[in-house]
């Protein structure tokens, strides 16, 4: 099970490790935090604060090394000499990989999600269709400064298993909701407009979902934002047809 770790980043992301003395990350964006080193004299930390230090360390890296390598190729090994942990540290902290993945994918999408609750906080109240396109150039946005993220968790988290799989339409549920909230927005400015199925509303999340890891697998993802207006195109030709 994946224990959350306490504390707020301050900027709308959820903490994977303690504050503590930083080195620095790969160039590369990622939603996960920046990796933290221990300082010397361990016995300055509680030993939660070291296992929490780990686990997040582990996160991280099981995230680089499936978007490096694939998730079949990856290895707990890869993932130790990644993340600089022992591998007692690993199994103390997650049973297999698999164990170390679900938790990665679990956090980095509840940053996902509060990076796109923020953005939406921020567009204007009372105008849906402005609140929804922030939502969405948000969601492309996150995945774009975060190439690992985008590429484990919307591309080889395919071929991570059933219960990963399971996981994944959790979080695209999560989605569905955020859209289905616009769309009743959206049908007080029309109330003869039938409701939309909960289907429907899945659809539009999925549909969004797809065109993105397509993007993600095939192009270059540093234009990955090119995606917003053919997604806000077909959302809107459903949630408020003309």
Partial sequence: ???????????????????????????????????????????????????????????????????????????????????????????????????????????????????????????PAGDWRARHRAGVVAYLEGFMSAPAYAVSFMVELRAAGPRLLEQRDRVLDRHARRIAAVAEEARREHPSRPALSARAILGLAAGADELATREIRTGPIGRLTDLAEPILEFHLAVIAPA
Avoid: W
């Fill in 1 to 123: 099970m994946v224990q959350p770790v306490a504390g707020s980043s301050g900027d709308g992301r959820l903490p994977l490790v303690p504050k503590m003395s930083r080195v620095p990350a790969s160039d590369e964006l990622t939603l996960l935090p920046e990796r933290t080193s221990l300082p010397r004299g361990l016995s300055a930390l509680s030993e939660a604060e070291v296992a929490a230090s780990q686990r997040g360390r582990i996160m991280q890296a099981i995230t680089e090394e499936v978007a490096e390598h694939g998730y079949h190729a990856c290895s707990v090994q890869g993932v130790i000499r990644r993340a600089g942990v022992s591998r007692g540290a690993f199994y103390g902290a997650f049973a297999d990989k698999e164990d170390a993945f679900q938790a990665a994918h679990v956090a980095a999408s509840q940053q996902l999600l509060d990076l796109i609750a923020a953005a939406v906080r921020e567009a």
